[in-house]
């Protein structure tokens, strides 16, 4: 578009024809003042407050909406343009309440901003103001539509940025209601955006409900650490407390928005279950210590245990993935410097020779550019929101995409094609998809690729990777424990390699890549976390995990790690009877925004944090906790004044990668197979205490969905259990799948 | 020299002692105005700024929405509020606190008040007896001053009214 003059207020303007006149204002800094214009969204020009003069135009022009033309002179500030603002900010304010004293949005309010300026002092109006009636629409959002001054920006966030048009306005004039369509309540797992999008108070945070007032707290830059992306977050704290969450705007990782799992998720960090005071198991029972005795108590007991028989390689450390980056590096260095290789991260896979490595190499950004899109194992929606949200506006714009699962999601865009492929075939479906991909390249097909049958499936998938020139290939976390997941892995870097496709692997969790950089998987010699467990080791220093939820088969882990003559160290943010039947020491550590850290997520992009807030009563952030215990084991090179020192030598270290199985195995398995599956908000200790979120109908999700065949074969009905979760009989499952969302501790799983 | 002559007489005939009596003199026959204290009291304006109140509707309910405005607006950071919603939806304090000794007893927060909540009423004979504490008065207190004192803040936000 050509570079075109404009005057605004007087002043030669340079801008792109075509733009809209408030693009060009706001780029200048010259304030115009609006309601329903949302740089995110798609134009109303409803609430008409930006009007201002154009020359030559007989009326005042909205600037939201006024496409700007070469030579054009507008006035933003003439007594034209301010006459019209101020009749228009008349108007909103007929039917405004004056609540403002008891609304939450006060002090923060758009509406009460733009009235400073524009409204009169003294109203005009002396007939009844219209009331609203309020419909409960969930555990998260509060609604007071009486102060809804109709900019519909909620109701375009639905439609366009969350893909579910929940809220909508009916009726006309001044019966104009802007309210949920359904009784059961906005669903959507980015709902919260819609309080930040909301001008004034009719849509406010349910669980900040009357708590405080936007200018008592101090607003903390943050990562929200629940997801791969990262997300760039303001906590908001108030005498030491995170009271709200908010979004930060970074166009490239989260643009403006944040999911409900990242806002709502601190409400955990005031839960009664935290764990404040180091604690010594003394021949069987639980006494509460000073930090000093704890921690000597803590390399005694690995003197004893370890150490003295000289046996450090019987010394094994697990993270959970939610630990920072500072934490994986310290403890791995302690571990290595004594000698042990045991140090692992990935407790929920079953089978670690055949855990999945695959690259990702793709920007989170670049996502809206792919022009086809293959999703492989994953409920992307509730699982990576932000990532889902980015393939949607990518589908918005165009891009098919193609998804193979094992269960039909409620996705919020159009595929292309969804392929419903029981966990046996997957690797067999994918297999004909590289043969059909070289078939048609004409190039030479290996020798584990001749048994293999190219279905109809198998070729539409292939055509449209090999027909796209920006594809990208999506794994999920659904294949983690797929009997063939490194094949499948394999076969997906295959054909990326043959179709120039990126790939964007999703299968791990939260700050896993973090746990990769660090180094903080068993090296020469060492065990993996199953191994570890099966290895019968006389120490264990486990950081923040809870068995019944992060290990693959809680029920041996914990048998393993209660044996009498194994010393425990667990350094725990919250309380869990399982941890403590098993532990010898239990080291009260900060949670999320308590500590300072840094966040990879699945691009790759280190993002630091400093601490919001204090950690509760006498409980220390990780990293310290890790630092002091190595000072006490007289181990070298842990002089760390703070957690950036730890960071930096992490950067600056080299961690030999995996040389990793390129084995593929395609032949289809036989038997049914389970996808164990944390519901979307239990899948960090933060997220399960989040009463709110919990109250959700996606916090809700407990299910063993299954088909009819396949509950036949189990032997289990629509009213039974199956794993101590309830069965769910739907032919949306794939056969000989059972699909199991888990929000509850459960007993082992097969 | 003339000047001189002049100091010299009217000191060797006490006359700075004469103007003196005079004055005595004159008010011992006048009519006296020492107030009793405390039994007695010397009038105060309606706008006097003593203790704070918390006042209610008459139907009982407390006026207090818990706006903070109040605690916004004190410039001496005297008072704190907690808030909360009540169970029956309503926008409530858990804590109001006001530290009389930070107090400036400016009445911002009285003009603040977009529900007439938070007084200053025309008490000023307080203390604090049994601690340092005792110059915090939280809630209760300050409900219990507006009870007892409604009829005078009353009157004398009625008589100041006709002047704002």
Redesign the interface.
């Known amino acids: 578009m050509a570079d075109i003059e404009i005057e605004i207020d007087g002043n030669v303007v340079n801008a792109k024809a075509g733009e809209m006149l408030i693009t060009v204002t706001d780029r200048e800094g010259i304030s115009v003042p609006r309601f329903c214009y949302h740089k995110k969204l798609s134009i109303a020009a409803s609430c008409r407050m930006c009007l201002v003069d154009v020359e030559g135009a007989p009326k005042p022009q909205p600037a939201c909406s006024t496409p700007i033309a070469d030579g054009m002179k507008i006035h933003t500030q003439n007594e034209k343009a301010k006459a019209s603002q101020k009749a228009v900010m008349e108007f909103l304010l007929i039917n405004h309440p004056l609540d403002c004293p008891i609304c939450d949005q006060g002090g923060e309010c758009e509406l009460q901003d733009v009235a400073m300026d524009y409204g009169s002092d003294v109203s005009r109006f002396t007939e009844g103001k219209r009331i609203v009636a309020d419909s409960d629409i969930g555990a998260l959002i509060q609604t007071d539509m009486t102060r809804c001054i109709h900019c519909t920006r909620c109701v375009r966030f639905g439609a366009e940025v969350a893909g579910i048009m929940e809220m909508g306005g009916t009726g006309r004039g001044e019966d104009l209601k802007i309210e949920p369509f359904l009784e059961e309540g906005i669903q959507s797992e980015l709902s919260g955006n819609m309080i930040d999008v909301c001008p004034v108070g009719a849509l406010t945070s349910k669980p900040f409900r009357y708590e405080l007032r936007s200018w008592q707290m101090n607003a903390v830059s943050n990562i929200a650490r629940h997801d791969l992306v990262g997300s760039n977050i303001y906590t908001q704290t108030y005498k030491g407390k995170v009271k709200r969450i908010v979004a930060k705007d970074n166009d490239s990782v989260n643009e403006t928005w944040i999911s409900d799992r990242d806002r709502f998720s601190y409400e955990g960090l005031a839960h009664e279950n935290r764990l404040l005071a180091p604690q010594i198991k003394v021949e069987g029972t639980w006494k509460e210590v000073e930090w000093d005795v704890a921690l000597d108590f803590a390399t005694r007991g690995l003197a004893n245990n370890v150490f003295n028989a000289r046996q450090a390689d019987k010394l094994g450390a697990l993270a959970s993935n939610t630990a920072t980056l500072e934490e994986f590096h310290l403890l791995q260095k302690i571990l290595r410097e004594v000698g042990s290789e045991n140090i692992d991260h990935r407790l929920n896979v079953k089978d670690l020779n055949n855990a999945i490595s695959l690259e990702s190499n793709i920007k989170l950004a670049g996502l809206e550019g792919v022009d086809h899109a293959l999703v492989i194992g994953s409920n992307l929606r509730l699982e990576q929101p932000m990532i889902n949200h980015r393939l949607r506006k990518a589908n918005l714009s165009g891009t098919s995409i193609d998804v193979i699962n094992a269960m039909a999601f409620d996705f919020n865009y159009q595929l292309n094609s969804e392929n419903i492929i029981s966990p046996n075939q997957i690797a067999a479906t994918l297999a004909g998809v590289l043969k059909s991909v070289l078939q048609s390249a004409h190039a030479q097909i290996p020798a584990y690729l001749d048994d293999v049958e190219v279905t109809d499936v198998a070729v539409q998938l292939a055509t449209q990777l090999s027909d796209s020139d920006n594809s990208v290939i999506i794994l999920g976390e659904h294949v983690v424990n797929n009997p063939q997941a490194l094949s499948i892995a394999n076969l997906i870097s295959q054909i990326a390699q043959n179709t120039n496709s990126t790939t964007l692997n999703v299968s791990a969790s939260a700050n896993s890549t973090a746990a990769n950089l660090a180094g903080f998987v068993p090296g020469k010699g060492g065990l993996d976390a199953n191994a570890m467990l099966a290895a019968d080791l006389k120490a264990y220093i486990l950081l923040d995990i809870y068995p019944q939820y992060d290990f693959h088969n809680s029920i041996q882990a914990t048998e393993t790690l209660s044996n009498d003559d194994t010393f425990v160290i667990s350094l725990n943010s919250f309380k869990d009877d399982v941890v403590a039947g098993y532990s010898d020491v239990l080291l009260p550590i900060a949670s999320f925004y308590e500590t300072s850290g840094s966040h990879v997520n699945v691009e790759g992009l280190v993002q630091s944090f400093a601490a919001a807030v204090n950690a509760p009563s006498d409980a220390k952030p990780a990293w310290k906790v890790l630092k002091v215990l190595a000072d006490l084991l007289e181990l070298p090179g842990f002089h760390y004044a703070d957690s950036t020192q730890v960071t930096s030598e992490v950067m600056h270290q080299s961690h030999k990668q995996h040389v990793h199985d390129e084995s593929i195995d395609v032949k289809a398995k036989r038997g049914v197979n389970v996808i164990w599956q944390k519901s979307p908000y239990a899948v960090d200790v933060l997220s399960r205490h989040a009463a709110s979120l919990q109250a959700t109908k996606i916090g809700q999700i407990n299910s063993a969905s299954m088909n009819k065949a396949t509950a036949k074969k189990l032997e289990v009905t629509q009213d039974g259990e199956y794993l101590g979760v309830p069965v769910v009989v739907s032919e949306a499952v794939a056969n000989n799948c059972v699909f199991v969302n888990a929000n509850h501790s459960t007993g082992g799983q097969s | 020299m003339i000047n001189n002559i002049k100091k010299l007489v009217k000191e060797f005939s006490l006359g700075e002692l004469r103007g003196g009596m005079k004055i005595t003199a004159k008010e011992l026959v006048n009519k006296k105005i020492t107030v009793q204290y405390p039994e007695e009291k010397t009038p105060i304006s309606p706008r006097f700024r003593g203790l704070h109140a918390l006042r209610r509707y008459p139907n009982g309910e407390e006026r207090c ?5 109040c605690e ?1 607006v004190c410039p001496a950071n005297a008072i704190t509020i907690e ?3 009540r169970d029956d939806g ?3 304090t858990t804590q109001y606190d006001i530290d009389l000794f930070k107090c400036i007893f400016c009445g911002f927060c009285e003009e603040a008040c ?2 007439d909540a938070i007084v200053e009423t025309q008490i000023f004979d307080y203390a604090f007896v049994d601690s340092r504490e005792g110059s915090i008065i939280d809630k209760a207190h300050l409900l219990e001053v507006g009870d007892k004192n409604e009829k005078m803040i009353n009157q004398t936000k009625l008589e100041d009214s006709k002047y704002r």
């Open positions: 929405i818990a706006c903070k405005l916004a808030s909360e919603a309503t926008r409530r977009p529900v």
